[in-house]
């Protein structure tokens, strides 16, 4: 319904705590949570949405993150190749 109007789209990946008070979702590597990406991209795809889809990885604050590397060049490597593999 807002196709037409999206003008740049945040991605990442999670799954829920399991936890019925804590609202918030665990961070996960791309491709590793339960966040419909693959369908998502699709989506967008299909409306010949041209914008930006930027990676939403906060290792800074979230402790599930802190165990991956932090270099920059690691982390942009990571969504590139996850861009790709769910893009086919």
Known sequence: YIGDKIEHVHIKDGTPWNDP???????????????????????????????????????????ELK????DINWILEEYVNYMEMISQ
């Open 21 to 63: 008070i804590y609202h918030d979702w665990k961070y996960t590597r791309l491709g590793e949570g339960t966040m419909p990406n693959k369908e998502i991209v699709k989506l967008l795809e299909e409306k010949k949405y041209k914008g930006y889809i930027s990676l939403e990885w906060e290792h800074l604050w979230k402790e």
């Open 67 to 70: 165990q991956f590397p932090t």
